[in-house]
């Protein structure tokens, strides 16, 4: 595998990619290994269907875990300020 900085020759279920962008080539492998372990698991349970398919639902299925992250991060942000508040509240008190 021929890697420089923000370039990488990645496999993607059978086919190879070149990869360029701002990332390390090791972020770059990382994704695409985890892409093909995605569309690896789909043909595993339904081996019929087309490489086209199997790229769509692995796509759907990484959209998913990033809303439930984001949704996750979210909640989190909104607990963190809601713990502030009171403090936020306080101080204000003080300086007025």
Same mark, same amino acid.
């Given at each position: ?12 279920? /059978? ?28 043909? /595993? ?52």
């Amino acid at each position: 595998m021929v890697e420089q900085k923000g370039r990488a020759v990645v496999h993607i279920f /059978g086919e190879e990619y070149i990869m360029k962008g701002e990332a390390t080539p090791e972020y770059m492998t990382m994704l695409a290994n985890y892409i093909d372990k995605k569309m690896k698991q789909i043909v /595993g349970r339904q081996p019929q269907l087309s490489v086209a398919k199997i790229a769509v639902l692995a796509a759907l299925n990484v959209a998913d875990e990033l809303s439930k992250l984001q949704e996750d991060y979210d909640t989190l942000v909104k607990l963190m300020d809601d713990e502030k508040a009171p403090e936020k509240k306080t101080a204000e008190k003080k300086k007025a």
